[in-house]
């Protein structure tokens, strides 16, 4: 598949290769001696955007079971793991999972076409609950806790973000709000969510990074220790590639890539501009005392339900055209609904390998300089899991390719979960889906165990010790997907409007701009 006109010479230049093999060899094939001293007091630290925070169907609510509190729990320190918490109709900023279920509580499994103008209505009274709640209400003032979070994710954030913004940045854009009619998305929510993040209880504090703060908790060990973190994730770089799909076009980055102010206008960055910030973040992570770190790839932005592949692919990794979840094949039309082609997406997956290439580097360097960093290839993670792209399509496969190994808990499930839409039977359960939500760019809970036992995976063959919450060791590291499942309202019972509701989705993101105004605000 060719290369649209415009593509960065870079891009171009990657896609005369073959495309990247994923790594799954943590250590990237180069061997460390960990000469550990002492007892870390902080046992894991996660500096990233949306997929760490704990991001669920457009909202950041059950932080409890994010990436980050699920290796805690397993660790045995989830009571003292450190984190932010988000309370009200369904978080911040726009739980559409809650949404859907108001609707079916109201409407039923069904919304009848003469219904749909009340159920826009109720769509707006709910959007404004929620906005009184965070602009007006008790979340308008964010806690103020006198220690450092753990879990040091916002999102919506860059590199860039994570470089550069502070408590006292967000705090300042968090303007005197206006209860607008038109527009009901809560005003700046991603700085509001990022302050119960961020440590302000002090100015010396309000003016930190998140890489700051988790340097304060790396230097926080006595001299028999060697350093205050055991083990630190970065996952880092998604939004700088995933407006592609969530804002359906492709805007390479600018020279002023480093304005704060600027580079959202762009939705991909070129690979000479992410090797520049990406240098940036690993020399402060550097600088961060902790025993391991792991560093996590990019995933392809494709692969996502939130953009609909149609066509024919028969052979290909790409559909000809990428769309909205609520667009199908006999509706879609290419001059009026909002699409990416497939040379686009192709470009965009070329330019992710870069990044990809640049973090796995980034790995070897530093084991190379005898740092115990690893590698997670979550891209290569997401490929294997990937139903559309490879699993239904036998000729699309790479020679590398084999199908992910679900957990018994999840491969027990009737239908088994997948990188599909999600949508309901119509009799309380699913049809298709369970990996992704339903903002299709975010993962289940589920999901996010399976991203939690890659981590765990990685922290127990460096040696790190997991206990019961009793202080006895544990003979195994696996994630304890029963629990998961228990608290996975999308995967045990699903709202049954979903497929109905999809007409909704569209009509409110023709009329009120919703979701395009959603997904343009960063996740």
């Not at 806790?145 to 860039?160: A, K, P, Q, V």
């Not at 025993?291 to 024919?312: E, F, Q, Y």
């Not at 939500?437 to 995976?457: K, N, R």
Request: hydrophobic content about 40%; aromatic content about 8%; some cysteine.
């Amino acid at each position: 598949m060719g290369l649209p006109e415009g593509t960065p010479k870079e891009v171009v230049a990657q896609a005369a290769e073959p495309p990247r093999v994923p790594e799954f060899d943590p250590t990237v094939g180069v061997t460390v001696n960990v000469e550990a001293r002492g007892t870390p007091p902080h046992k894991f630290v996660a500096i990233g955007d949306s997929l760490l925070q704990g991001f669920q169907s457009a909202a950041v609510y059950r932080t409890d079971v994010s990436v980050p509190a699920i290796v805690a729990y397993e660790l045995g320190v989830l009571e003292s793991f450190r984190y932010p918490r988000y309370g009200g109709p369904g978080g911040l900023p726009l739980n559409v999972e809650l949404m859907l279920r108001r609707l079916e509580e109201r409407y039923g499994p069904q919304l009848k076409p003469w219904e749909i103008p009340a159920a826009l209505f109720t769509l707006r009274g709910f959007m404004d609950e929620v906005e009184d709640y965070w602009e007006r209400g008790p979340g308008a003032i964010a806690p103020i806790i006198g220690t450092y979070n753990h879990n040091l994710s916002c999102y919506g954030w860059d590199l860039r973000d994570a470089l550069e913004k502070t408590a006292a940045h967000c705090k300042a854009r968090v303007a005197t709000p206006s209860d607008n009619l038109l527009d009901q998305i809560v005003e700046n929510n991603g700085d509001r969510a990022a302050m119960h993040v961020y440590p302000h209880w002090a100015p010396t504090q309000e003016a930190m990074t998140l890489l700051d703060a988790a340097a304060a908790l790396g230097d926080d060990h006595d001299d028999d220790t060697d350093s205050g973190i055991e083990t630190l994730v970065v996952f880092l770089g998604s939004n700088n590639a995933l407006g592609t799909v969530t804002q359906l076009r492709v805007a390479w980055s600018g020279d002023d890539f480093r304005d704060l102010d600027r580079k959202g206008d762009y939705t991909i960055f070129r690979p000479e501009h992410f090797d520049a910030e990406f240098a940036e973040i690993v020399a402060q992570v550097r600088r961060i005392s902790a025993r391991h770190v792991i560093l996590c790839t990019i995933p392809h932005v494709t692969i996502a339900p939130i953009a609909r592949g149609l066509g024919d692919k028969s052979g290909s990794r790409y559909f000809p055209y990428y769309t909205r979840p609520w667009i199908d094949e006999q509706h879609f039309d290419a001059t009026r609904d909002e699409h990416i082609t497939g040379e686009e997406a192709h470009a965009v997956d070329t330019a992710i390998d870069h990044y990809n290439n640049t973090i796995q580097q980034a790995v070897a360097d530093a084991r190379a300089d005898g740092r115990d960093w690893y590698l997670l290839d979550v891209a290569g993670v997401l490929e294997r899991l990937a139903a559309r792209r490879y699993r239904d399509d036998l000729q699309a496969r790479p020679a590398w390719w084999t199908p992910y190994p679900l957990p018994p808990a999840l491969a027990a499930l009737d239908p088994v979960p997948d990188t599909r839409f999600l949508t309901a039977d119509g009799k309380g359960g699913r049809a298709t889906g369970g990996l992704f939500s339903l903002d299709g760019v975010h993962p289940t809970t589920v999901g996010y165990g399976i991203l939690a036992q890659e981590i765990i995976g990685i922290m127990a063959s460096a040696g790190v010790e997991f206990r019961h919450p009793n202080g006895t060791v544990r003979t195994d590291t696996t994630v304890d997907f029963d629990r998961l499942v228990r608290q996975d309202s999308l995967v045990q019972s699903p709202p049954q409007n979903i497929d109905s509701a999809l007409s909704i989705l569209g009509w409110a993101d023709e009329v009120l701009d919703v979701f395009r105004r959603l997904l343009r605000r960063g996740v």
